[in-house]
């Protein structure tokens, strides 16, 4: 008996796990499907060698996603061949700075293609959007996670609902 209930739980604990990873999957596809402006990939500190793969898994996102927009993937390495005896602070100010220069090249860019209005309303909202939902999302998701680990009665059911939220928010989104 104790190992059937044994095996129900690891069963469940997988089915919840299979869930939470659909809905992550999903939700990134959607965030990178609707994105508009670039991605930057900046060295994380000095001897970063990963840029390669980040800019890859970024591209392979966007890929996924269908994204029409013609998001980028922009590199800004640390000391390249147009800077190749940089320190990490003058990296850093020229990290932004060319974030900030390319961020404005896109923004006109789509203002161009899609209009002032779509401009001013979806661009300038959309970072504030993403990261809401996310926050919701992920709150939701913690909730029934601690509400699983409490032990109470009705655990599943509870886990269940919220699961549903999360799934509600990620359509509506």
């Known amino acids: 008996m104790k190992t059937l209930i044994f095996l129900l739980v690891v069963a469940f604990l997988l089915a919840v796990y299979a869930v939470y990873s659909l809905l992550t999957f999903k939700m990134k596809v959607k965030q990178y499907g609707q994105r508009l402006r670039n991605f930057y990939v900046f060295s994380e500190y000095p001897d970063d060698r990963t840029l390669v793969l980040r800019r890859k898994d970024h591209e392979?996102?966007?890929?996924?996603?269908?994204?029409?927009?013609?998001?980028?993937?922009?590199?800004?390495?640390?000391?390249?061949?147009?800077?190749?005896?940089?320190?990490?602070?003058?990296?850093?100010?020229?990290?932004?700075?060319?974030q900030q220069a390319d961020m404005i090249v896109r923004d006109n860019e789509i203002e161009r293609k899609k209009g002032r209005d779509f401009f001013l309303s979806e661009v300038h909202q959309q970072d504030q959007k993403l990261d809401a939902d996310l926050v919701d999302t992920l709150e939701s998701i913690?909730?029934?996670?601690?509400?699983?680990?409490?032990?109470?009665?009705?655990?599943?059911?509870?886990?269940?609902?919220?699961?549903?939220?999360?799934?509600?928010?990620?359509?509506?989104?």
């Not at 269908?66 to 190749?84: A, C, H, L, R």
């Not at 005896?85 to 932004?96: G, H, Q, T």
Request: glycine share 6%.
């Open 60 to 98: 392979r996102w966007i890929e996924r996603s269908g994204n029409q927009s013609g998001v980028k993937v922009v590199i800004i390495p640390y000391q390249d061949k147009n800077n190749p005896l940089e320190s990490w602070e003058e990296y850093l100010v020229r990290r932004k700075e060319e």
């Open 142 to 173: 913690t909730n029934a996670w601690n509400k699983l680990s409490s032990g109470t009665r009705g655990i599943a059911d509870r886990l269940a609902a919220e699961v549903r939220r999360a799934k509600r928010r990620l359509q509506q989104y």
